[in-house]
T-cell receptor
């Protein structure tokens, strides 16, 4: 799985957009970008994933650069409940029978 | 989305006792499930891969005789911590891959405290 680099922590004001970056310069052509988050003392929660096109769902948007070497997760209107550790994971299809490897992630703190 | 449950959510036990943790996929079948362990302020670390109908595979450094895994059906995997000691106190989380949605879903976790 390609290595990812994320900032250790970020703050965001409640109601504003939270933009979480992830660098994955060694990504392979068949590797997807997955985002999960973990709220304190809970299991990780799937957010979104994509291969090369930008993706949007009810939780967030995923913007992948054209060269696929980096991506940004966007929470359009952050709330206090979005405070969590956000993990960017790059790998082949996660629905296959291989584990996910978690890095250190980004601690997002949404401030009132 | 798909749901994975764990039971119990938290357990406190005495040193030397065994504790069983259940992981269920509620609305999809999973021939494979993963067990992770997370210590305070650390990331998730894979302990073992549970395979329905066959033996589990363990990561390096994880004692298979201490952490017994049974994948009895396509929706249930259990992790038994045998002869638990205080250093086994941790947050245990399971996950299951769902091929239809091309991702993995995680249980809510089990907080184990060994006194």
């Amino acid at each position: 799985d390609a290595k990812t680099t994320q900032p250790t922590s970020m703050d965001c004001a409640e109601g504003r957009a939270a933009n979480l970056p992830c660098n994955h310069s060694t990504i392979s052509g068949n590797e997807y970008v997955y985002w999960y988050r973990q709220i304190h003392s809970q299991g990780p929660q799937y957010i979104i994933h994509g291969l090369k096109n930008n993706e949007t769902n009810e939780m967030a948007s995923l913007i992948i650069t054209e060269d696929r070497k980096s991506s940004t997760l966007i929470l359009p209107h952050a709330t206090l409940r979005d405070t969590a550790v956000y993990y960017c994971i790059v790998r082949v299809r996660a629905g296959s029978a291989r584990q996910l490897t978690f890095g250190s992630g980004t601690q997002l703190t949404v401030l009132p | 989305g798909a749901v994975v449950s764990q039971h119990p959510s938290r357990v406190i036990c005495k040193s030397g006792t065994s504790v069983k943790i259940e992981c269920r996929s509620l609305d999809f079948q999973a021939t494979t499930m993963f067990w992770y362990r997370q210590f305070p302020k650390q990331s998730l670390m894979l302990m073992a891969t549970s395979n329905e109908g066959s033996k589990a595979t363990y990561e390096q450094g994880v004692e298979k005789d201490k952490f017994l895994i049974n994948h009895a059906s396509l929706t249930l995997s259990t992790l038994t911590v045998t002869s638990a000691h205080p250093e086994d106190s941790s947050f245990y989380i399971c996950s299951a891959p769902a091929s239809v949605s091309d991702t993995q879903y995680f249980g809510p976790g089990t907080r184990l405290t060994v006194l």
